[in-house]
């Protein structure tokens, strides 16, 4: 039997302590490099979102946040160029099939859904992934009111055909902005207009 050696045991565990310490120091401090470039490109990101999903407005609100169901749900009121009201966005969620999908919502003073933008998807790639295409996410422009999901045949008014092969992103996309329009009716959405 081996005796026990201590410099075979000690020196690699201190060597193996010591690499894992500086690598920890260098990811602390490329963290504390990056982490306000990567603030700042999401706000920009935000930013370009909201001007997509509501054209009309010139400038947005600060964030405000409105509570449905024990829950915190953050929104921007858009304002025309004389400051008047025209709109909200709304930034809201729903489970997919592969996570949960961030969804930012355009509604103008009348209910009308005037855009729909994907803030995150991680859904399958060919399939629920298409929910990125404009021809899916247009399909939610100009309609109000509670929609729903088809899978055959033509959508109607408020009806958004699914995505062939990902009905369960479809739904999840569709729960979103439904949970949208609720917040746009609990804000006040339903007094304009």
């Not at 859904?113 to 998807?121: D, M, T, W, Y």
């Not at 408020?158 to 092969?165: F, M, V, Y």
Request: net charge negative; aromatic share 6%; charged share 20%.
């Amino acid at each position: 039997m081996k005796k026990f050696d201590f410099k075979e045991v000690i020196v690699p565990a201190v060597s193996l302590f010591l690499i894992c310490l500086v690598a920890t120091a260098l990811l602390a401090v490329t963290n504390r490099v990056t982490a306000p470039k990567i603030e700042q490109l999401a706000a920009e990101t935000e930013n370009e979102t909201k001007k997509e999903v509501l054209k009309q407005a010139n400038s947005f609100s600060q964030a405000k946040t409105v509570t449905l169901d024990s829950k915190v749900y953050t929104y921007y009121e858009g304002l025309d160029s004389s400051g008047k009201l025209i709109g909200y966005v709304f930034s809201t969620s729903a489970k997919g099939y592969g996570g949960d999908i961030s969804v930012m919502t355009g509604i103008d003073g009348e209910g009308v859904i005037k855009g729909v933008s994907i803030l995150s998807i991680s859904e399958t790639a060919g399939l629920g992934m298409n929910a990125k295409n404009e021809d899916f996410l247009n399909q939610y422009n100009e309609k109000s009111g509670a929609l729903s999901v088809i899978k055959n045949g033509a959508a109607k008014d408020n009806e958004i055909q699914a995505l062939t092969g990902a009905t369960i992103t479809s739904n999840a996309m569709t729960t979103a902005v439904n949970l949208a329009q609720s917040l746009y009716q609990k804000v006040g959405g339903e007094n304009n207009g």
